[in-house]
């Protein structure tokens, strides 16, 4: 088995990347501690429903690209549903990268090819030499992220030239039925309310993100997935399970009783299907970036266009009379 050097030059400063955010919405080492406890439950595995099914559709992308990736980086791997899903044509090395290394260990990788665990702190970016890396994937994972614009264009930096960036981020309307519940419980019962569902990033700013950090070439598409629970009380108790509870800085120490049962009616009141379950939405934002490269088509020059949007429904005659002529 070949050292990790062998591939990738590890930089001799790391934390000459380090840069603490002005204000951190996250608090990162109880993120990593939660991930560690849902990972020790002896039946982790059945809360992996839908990280599984997001990582499996994250993977298609990449099937979808014609391509062999000699380096693979899995950025967040958490419990590598990636490296679970990825076929061994893709790849020859996948790199697993995530702050918990209790997480690490639970990685299996695929028989023959070689899977690296680093354990990396997500806020100081990825400690990989420049133009080093054939492909970076993160499901589910970079909404925790304090700075993203940061580690996006970390990302950026290690990717080779036509290098791409594959991943996929909770978006906003994400739970968008318990934060409303939880709000109006406590909103009714203690006179205001806490942070309880974290914020997430919207289509346009992901657009931006990738934009501003150098990637070209953007597509950005959301899916929406509903997951029926008996109550709100499984879907806190699952959620948990997926070590996606609250991590918020400032967040409430302890959510009360009487908030809590005002929740769950308000929630099957204004969310309640007809059987009685309530419905939770997980909306999806899928991202594919690359890094420039010579190769890359570009868009055509200023007033190059031959012809005008208007002249759209008359295309037919005017492609003959061009033929025509010529």
């Known amino acids: 088995m070949h050292c990790l050097s062998y591939f990738v030059k590890l930089r001799p400063n790391v934390r000459h990347f380090s840069a603490i955010s002005s204000y951190n919405i996250f608090d990162s080492k109880t993120k990593r501690l939660q991930r560690e406890v849902a990972i020790d439950l002896d039946d982790n595995q059945k809360y992996d429903y839908l990280k599984d099914e997001i990582a499996y559709r994250v993977v298609d992308r990449v099937y979808d690209i014609k391509r062999h990736f000699p380096l693979v980086v899995d950025f967040g791997s958490q419990k590598g549903l990636i ?10 090395t996948l790199i697993c990268c995530d702050s918990s290394h209790k997480c690490l260990q639970r990685i299996e990788g695929l028989d023959g090819i070689e899977t690296i665990s680093v354990v990396i702190d997500e806020e100081e970016g990825l400690p990989f030499r420049d133009n080093s890396i054939d492909l970076v994937i993160s499901s589910l994972s970079m909404h925790w992220i304090n700075d993203l614009p940061k580690a996006f264009a970390q990302i950026h930096r290690c990717l080779k030239s036509d290098g791409v960036f594959i991943g996929a981020m909770f978006g906003g309307q994400t739970l968008f039925e318990l934060r409303s519940s939880l709000q109006m419980a406590e909103q009714e019962r203690e006179g205001g309310f806490g942070p309880h569902v974290s914020p997430f990033i919207t289509a346009q700013d992901m657009g931006s993100l990738l ?11 959301t899916d929406e997935i509903k997951v029926n629970y ?10 948990k399970g997926m070590a996606e509870n609250n991590a918020l800085v400032n967040r409430k120490s302890l959510l009360r009783r009487d ?35 010579p190769s890359h088509r570009k868009p055509l020059e200023r007033g190059s266009a031959q012809f005008s949007l208007k002249d759209i429904p008359n295309l037919d005659k005017i492609l003959k009379d061009t033929e025509n002529k010529s």
């Not at 490296?83 to 020859?92: G, H, Q, R, V």
């Not at 939405?281 to 594919?288: E, H, L, P």
């Open 259 to 293: 908030s809590l049962l005002a929740s769950a009616a308000i929630y099957q009141t204004l969310y309640g299907n007809t059987d009685g379950s309530i419905a939770a939405t997980f909306q999806i934002f899928y991202f594919i970036g690359w890094k420039p490269d």
């Open 230 to 239: 008996p109550t709100i009380f499984e879907l806190m108790y699952d959620l």
């Open 211 to 221: 934009t501003r950090s150098g990637y070209n070439l953007i597509t950005v598409d």
């Open 83 to 92: 490296a679970k899903n990825l076929s061994n044509e893709t790849y020859d």
